[in-house]
């Protein structure tokens, strides 16, 4: 007899199209679908076309008509600034009928892109679903990124608005927003109409005239705005994510299938009730923050929380706990990177006997992977269930997970655990050939991606084949390596490209090595992310200087590490760099950077036999040891 979740997963694979057609059933959209999914003339899928809703609308709106409006939809909790504040889903609409007033005002209309590049707080959550309410497509710029990287992204995107703050509050420093998006607004080739910015007291910033508003004195004079219908294969959102080059990707997702699978997600993966209140400790700048602080929360009619502060240090080690007991949360998610940086401040969880936690009924992590020594600690620290899963910008909700609205199944420490109905999950090896159990090869996933999983990139329809759909045909590249088990457990263990994961942050070591190769000394270069205790990962550089570099190698690589962190931001955190008199190469020229990170990380060295002089590694451990 299979238990549940096997019958659940078997009505997926017997019939993807009505297994997803009957959980569309269950949203309240203008025109129902008549079909699950079609595939255009590029052969991309687009789930429930024809369709017609409006993802406010099901945020908010639905909630208000059905009585709900006295609930409370979001709490913003900001330690940084000592400020709390609660949001009813009455509140929230009006406010964001109202913002939505004030982008209509400035010309936004359906399909227009809108960038917002804010910190966490409730203003970038209203500007997102003013987006939503009047089809326009928001694109999230993470806070931390610096003026280059926005401009990228503002090239990309050709926003008509661009929505900011006029700073954000780091834990011991005001990081001033504006000065960054008035460099950024200079370096794109793109003009933008307006900026609309909001005054935070921290730090007020000049508005250039004719081209910023002040957020506040917009919203006075501002109408209040209803939902427009979109089709459902309509972009509700863009958000960029590192590749293995320089140029991000614009991952593209659709109204239908995002609000479907948002919805299904809140109660197969997350256990949820609407009611319940949900906490995801990230930011809105990534796809987590996207999905499970805005989108799935609010659609499922839980009580979302915003939180503008750290794990640690926004006071302490107890941030977490507290916030837990204060607005009784029932699901916690996090990236495994916090509760690193909490045990190792209080490696007894001291914190979580303090506090009352008792409404916490599970911990769901994601964003690398979840170690098993982290994975202890917290199922010895607090006894609850500790739950792993996988997923990805492009696919913006889990691939693997605990199914735990079917099925809660045993947990094996270092798997997400077993395919999210809806993902036909496999292992192929380099020939394409299904690997055995056990046996590790390249994550797949079956096409057509389920809803809400990206379609496409941003105008680059070309980069997306490529990048994703060539390498096995039929199949989705996750870029992930790993393999499943006997009992039919995944297990992903690593990147096989050249993305690395920084303290749950995803970066291009590809694009660092263009900034790093870029100056003038450097006559080339390999950027690789090696182990750190807290972060996962951190990057680090080796440079091998010009010929006719006489200067001291110490003050390029200083130069080096202020460079990129002005180019890309803080939060690339490249603070090793190191030079060697040569790199490790294949014969056909290609450098080893896998080899370099083993040599760093002590792991064993698995030299390709298409290298000629296996001695220079033995040469480079040398040269780091002396350092
Ligand atoms: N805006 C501006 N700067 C930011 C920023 C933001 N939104 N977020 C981070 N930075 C800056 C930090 O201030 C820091 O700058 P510094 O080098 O001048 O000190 C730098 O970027 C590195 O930040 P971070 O990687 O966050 O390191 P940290 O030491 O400040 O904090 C952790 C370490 C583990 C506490 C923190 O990374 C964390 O909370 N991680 C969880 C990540 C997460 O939720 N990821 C989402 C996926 S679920
Ligand atoms: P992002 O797009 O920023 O969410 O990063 C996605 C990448 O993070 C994945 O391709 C994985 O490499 C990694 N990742 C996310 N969640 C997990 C997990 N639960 N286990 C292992 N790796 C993960």
């Given at each position: 007899m299979l238990g549940p979740y096997k019958q659940h997963y078997n009505n997926f694979k017997q019939s993807p199209e009505q297994f997803w057609l009957e959980q569309a059933k269950r949203l309240p959209w203008y025109k129902k679908p008549e079909h699950a999914y079609i595939q255009d003339n590029d052969g991309l899928y687009h789930w429930f076309d024809g369709g017609q809703l409006n993802s406010s609308f099901l945020a908010l709106d639905q909630h208000v008509i059905a009585g709900f409006g006295e609930q409370t939809a979001l709490i913003y909790d900001s330690p940084v600034t000592n400020t709390k504040q609660t949001y009813s889903y009455l509140q929230l609409q009006q406010q964001v009928a109202k913002f939505a007033g004030v982008m209509q005002s400035l010309g936004v209309t359906k399909g227009d892109r809108v960038v917002i590049y804010m910190p966490m707080i409730p203003?970038?959550?209203?500007?997102?679903?003013?987006?939503?309410?009047?089809?326009?497509?928001?694109?999230?710029?993470?806070?931390?990124?610096?003026?280059?990287?926005?401009?990228?992204?503002?090239?990309?995107?050709?926003?008509?608005?661009?929505?900011?703050?006029?700073?954000?509050?780091?834990?011991?420093?005001?990081?001033?927003y504006k000065p960054l998006l008035d460099n950024a607004l200079d370096l794109a080739t793109h003009k933008v109409d307006h900026c609309v910015i909001y005054q935070r007291e921290q730090a007020i910033a000049p508005l250039t005239p004719t081209r910023d508003i002040n957020w506040d004195n917009a919203m006075q004079s501002a109408k209040e705005v209803a939902p427009v219908a979109v089709n459902a294969s309509d972009p509700l959102y863009i958000l960029y994510t590192s590749g293995t080059t320089g140029t991000p990707k614009g991952v593209v997702r659709e109204n239908g299938g995002h609000a479907v699978a948002m919805h299904y997600s809140m109660e197969t993966v997350y256990g949820m009730q609407p009611g319940d209140v949900f906490w995801a400790a990230s930011d809105?700048?990534?796809?987590?923050?996207?999905?499970?602080?805005?989108?799935?929360?609010?659609?499922?009619?839980?009580t979302t929380i915003l939180f503008e502060g750290k794990p640690v240090r926004t006071p302490d080690a107890n941030a977490f706990w507290r916030v837990v007991e204060?607005?009784?949360?029932?699901?916690?998610?996090?990236?495994?990177?916090?509760?690193?940086?909490?045990?190792?401040?209080?490696?007894?969880?001291?914190?979580?006997?303090?506090?009352?936690t008792s409404s916490l009924k599970r911990l769901f992590?994601?964003?690398?992977?979840?170690?098993?020594?982290?994975?202890?600690?917290?199922?010895?620290?607090?006894?609850?269930?500790?739950?792993?899963?996988?997923?990805?910008?492009e696919t913006g909700w889990a691939i693997a997970c605990n199914p735990v609205g079917i099925e809660e199944l045993a947990t094996k420490p270092g798997s997400s655990t077993v395919p999210t109905p809806g993902f036909d999950v496999q292992i192929l090896n380099m020939h394409g050939e299904q690997c055995a159990p056990n046996e590790q090869?390249?994550?797949?996933?079956?096409?057509?991606l389920p809803p809400g999983c990206m379609p496409t990139i941003w105008q680059n329809t070309p980069r997306f084949k490529t990048g994703y759909l060539t390498e096995y045909p039929g199949y989705y590249l996750s870029g992930d390596g790993g393999y499943i088990d006997d009992d039919g457990y995944l297990f992903i263990m690593g990147r096989t490209d050249d993305v690395i994961n920084v303290a749950g942050h995803r970066l291009s070591t590809g694009?660092?090595?263009?900034?790093?190769?870029?100056?003038?000394?450097?006559?080339?270069c390999a950027v690789f992310g090696v182990t750190d205790n807290l972060k996962g990962q951190l990057p680090m550089a080796m440079i091998v200087l010009k010929n006719d570099f006489t200067g001291s190698p110490t003050d390029v690589e200083q130069e080096l590490v202020q460079t990129v962190r002005s180019q890309i931001g803080a939060i690339a955190?490249?603070?090793?760099?190191?030079?060697?008199?040569r790199l490790p190469k294949t014969?056909?020229?290609?450098?080893?950077?896998?080899?370099?990170?083993q040599l760093v990380d002590g792991d064993e060295l698995q030299i390709p036999s298409t290298i000629d002089d296996a001695g220079i590694f033995e040469e480079i451990n040398q040269q780091i040891t002396q350092r």
């Open positions: 203003q970038a959550v209203i500007g997102m679903l003013a987006c939503a309410r009047l089809g326009a497509i928001h694109s999230v710029v993470f806070g931390g990124f610096a003026a280059h990287e926005l401009a990228v992204r503002i090239d990309d995107a050709k926003p008509k608005l661009v929505l900011s703050a006029s700073c954000g509050v780091e834990v011991d420093s005001i990081i001033e809105i700048g990534w796809v987590v923050g996207h999905s499970y602080i805005v989108y799935a929360p609010l659609m499922y009619r839980c204060e607005y009784k949360v029932n699901a916690l998610f996090s990236a495994p990177t916090a509760f690193r940086a909490i045990k190792k401040e209080d490696p007894n969880a001291e914190g979580f006997k303090q506090y009352n992590l994601a964003g690398e992977r979840l170690d098993p020594p982290t994975y202890n600690w917290l199922k010895e620290k607090t006894n609850l269930p500790i739950l792993d899963h996988w997923w990805q910008t090869g390249a994550v797949v996933i079956k096409l057509p694009e660092m090595e263009e900034i790093v190769a870029a100056h003038p000394a450097v006559a080339e955190c490249l603070k090793t760099i190191v030079s060697v008199e014969r056909s020229g290609k450098i080893l950077r896998k080899n370099l990170r």
